[in-house]
């Protein structure tokens, strides 16, 4: 017999939807503004556009030159997943499974790595004003977060089906691939999504590292709306609405792995 729907059960619901409501503000301003005529948005940014101004998304368009920084953004955050992944996935594994003090060392080398200044190293490098330099910077900034989210959850995998791998002849690098890495998939997950997130939605590493123009991301490129004396607050706001549509579809393409990735690795 289900539960009975009490008061106290549609008081919980109308918090919520006040509470989403809330969260959804932001979300309004933006988008009601980006339909506005510049002098409207001074006169009256809470209000409903009065005229419909489609040109803004068309000029925004043009003018961060909207495919190259997609195409940046993109060939960035992909690639530094991928790295993040393999690299991460393999040290977290071997960390787990050397049952050595040098091990647990290691892996807090790799925690306390998150406060390490890559920035002021990458310089030394001459790995600026390069795609492959800032992949290796975020896989500076990010092994630390993503080996500890799956030094957790290998964890919970019986070492079991690897000695019985083993013991049929697969080499070790064979057990991660074939045995241990395909039951990592919830853990990848949250992984790439967390990453995702973070890495394209960065401002800050992006403005120190890409100088050239040819090699801004969608951040650096909305952020040049705002000059020192003007403030194109009707074409930021535009570009900021086509900014997010690429992560939109994203997050709503992987939203019923978020749970299920998360759950899980809580689980183990």
């Known amino acids: 017999m289900g539960n009975k729907y009490t008061s106290k059960t549609f008081i919980v619901e109308i918090l919520a939807v006040l509470l989403g409501l809330v969260f959804l ?3 309004y301003y933006v988008l009601s503004n980006s339909l506005k005529s510049f002098a409207e948005i001074l006169s009256n940014t809470s209000a409903l556009p009065t005229t419909i101004q489609f040109q803004n998304f068309v000029n925004a368009f043009n003018q961060m030159n909207y495919l190259k ?6 060939i960035i955050t992909v690639i530094s997943n991928a790295v993040l992944v393999i690299f991460c996935s393999m040290a977290a594994y071997m960390l787990v499974r050397t049952k050595k003090k040098i091990s647990s060392i ?19 490098l001459n790995l600026l004003n390069s795609i492959w330099g ?3 910077m975020y896989l500076g900034f990010g092994s630390g977060m993503t080996i500890f989210l799956y030094h957790g959850f290998i964890k919970g995998i019986p070492v079991e089906l690897e000695e019985a791998a083993i013991i049929d002849g697969c080499s070790r690098l064979g057990v991660f ?9 919830p853990i990848t997950v949250t992984v790439v999504i967390l990453n995702s997130l973070w890495i394209w939605n960065d401002f800050l ?37 086509i900014s997010i549509i690429p992560l939109l579809i994203f997050f709503f393409a992987m ?10 690795g809580s689980i183990k």
């Open 25 to 27: 503000v932001p979300f």
């Open 69 to 74: 920084v997609l195409s940046n953004s993109l």
């Open 106 to 124: 290691i892996f807090m080398a790799f925690v306390a790595a998150m406060v390490i200044p890559f920035v002021k190293v990458a310089g030394n």
């Open 134 to 136: 800032i992949v290796i």
């Open 177 to 185: 691939w074939r045995i241990v890495f395909p039951l990592l998939k």
């Open 205 to 241: 590493l992006p403005s120190l590292v890409l100088q050239d123009p040819e090699l801004r991301t969608i951040p650096l490129a909305t952020f040049f709306f705002f000059g020192q004396y003007t403030k194109q607050w009707d074409l930021a706001l535009a570009a900021l609405v």
């Open 255 to 264: 939203q019923k792995h978020i749970v299920k990735g998360i759950t899980s």
